[in-house]
């Protein structure tokens, strides 16, 4: 394969991810640096393709837009990691690199000769090693965010590679006067084929790792209750069936706020809204300390589903909650707050659906008789 066939190529992958990412754009789960990145794309895909046209008709100028062209795209691809890591790299230290690598390479191409000589792709690696560096700064910034996943990893080493190549490149090509785009200097195809392998990990690391959030989110939304934190209802079933039929022995317990529509009523829905998400705050605390389950099943009714093995006795556990419960009230609405309960131990019933029916019912008389003058 030749020189311009693997410019193309590479101009056209940088196309495909492009449309992709800007596809992306519209998609309200896809992070806001989608669109850095699209338009980073759109821009190396435009200078390989004038690179490959500027290279195939021997047009010296447009090979200098092209070339100016890659140096705007790596650059903006620095933005896009930025945005995307939350990397603190300044807009004028972006901007400074992309004029400064720009007017150098401008200056070159016009004092060292016509024709697609070997100074300028000295020149080129050399000042390509910049942004390649940026990147790999912003993109360690998101690793060491995300250790978990593999997609910064490899976006990490892809772009430290490609840098790595720019800066070997330079001196082979300083010391051979026939390493040029346009000769058949092995090594430099090479060169060119391996970057455009890794151009092709770079989109594939960063549509894979906004992939992996947007599912993150969606995972996240789907099973979590989005005011208080706490599995939502399906979930919270889904977990205590699991439990149910693994043989764990537990009790579940029915909650519900009293008078809480009186909450709403006299301190307004922000109260409310605040009542709700520290009383899921105190179920994640139990959930957390004593393995126990805890889901917001509707409006102000609750779940927890406690083992039979904690630390502490059940009646322990609900009073310490109902005390803490009473404290939220105070804090938020300066009254102390109750709630109703209804339990079932999990040997009374084959199916989650049938507890919560159970510990429903005993809700249902306890509500009753607080209601009861
Ligand atoms: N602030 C807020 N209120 C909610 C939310 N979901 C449900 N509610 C309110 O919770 C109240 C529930 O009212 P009721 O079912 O009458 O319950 P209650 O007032 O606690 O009465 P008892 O259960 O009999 O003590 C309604 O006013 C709902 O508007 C929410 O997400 N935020």
């Known amino acids: ?15 495909t991810f492009a449309l992709y990412s800007w596809h992306q754009v519209s998609n309200p789960e896809s992070h806001f640096a989608c669109r850095a990145f699209a338009l980073a794309q759109f821009i190396k895909a435009a200078s390989f393709i004038l690179y490959a046209i500027s290279l195939y008709h021997g047009y010296d100028h447009l090979r ?8 705007i795209g790596c650059w903006a691809e620095v933005r896009s990691y ?22 150098v390479f401008t200056w070159f191409h016009f004092t060292s000769g016509d024709g697609p000589n070997n100074t300028m792709i000295v020149t080129a690696s050399v000042l390509l090693v910049l942004p390649f560096s940026a990147s790999v700064y912003a993109l360690y910034q998101l690793l060491k965010q995300h250790p978990a996943s593999v997609f910064p990893r490899v976006l990490v080493i892809v772009n430290a590679m490609i840098g790595l190549f720019c800066f070997i490149r330079a001196p082979l090509a300083a010391s051979d006067s026939g390493f040029t785009m346009t000769g058949s200097v092995v090594v430099n195809e090479l060169f060119i084929f391996a970057t455009f392998l890794l151009g092709l990990g770079n989109g594939i690391g960063f549509i894979g790792f906004l992939k992996e959030r947007s599912d993150e989110k969606l995972c996240v939304r789907a099973n979590y209750d989005y005011l208080t934190g706490i599995y939502n209802r399906q979930h919270f079933e889904r977990s205590a069936q699991k439990r149910l039929q693994s043989g764990d022995t537990f009790t579940l317990y029915f909650l519900d706020l009293d008078k809480f529509k009186g909450v709403n009523d006299r301190f307004g829905h922000a109260a409310g809204d605040e009542v709700l998400r520290l009383f899921g705050q105190l179920l994640r605390e139990k959930q957390e300390r004593y393995s126990a389950i805890s889901g917001r099943l509707g409006g102000e009714e609750f779940g927890i589903l406690l083992p039979h093995d904690t630390r502490l006795p059940h009646d322990t556990i609900i009073e310490q909650l109902r005390q803490d419960f009473a404290s939220v009230g105070e804090k938020v609405i300066g009254e102390a707050l109750t709630f109703s309960l209804g339990a079932c131990p999990s040997k009374q019933a084959d199916s989650v659906q049938e507890l919560m029916h159970h510990a429903d019912v005993l809700l249902y008389d306890a509500k009753h008789h607080l209601s009861s003058p």
């Open 1 to 15: 394969m030749d020189i311009i066939t693997i410019i193309v190529l590479t101009g056209l992958t940088n196309l």
């Open 64 to 71: 200098l837009l092209a070339n100016l062209l890659i140096f």
């Open 82 to 103: 930025n945005q995307l890591a939350s990397a603190g790299i300044k807009a004028s230290f972006l901007w400074a690199g992309a004029i400064v690598t720009c007017a």
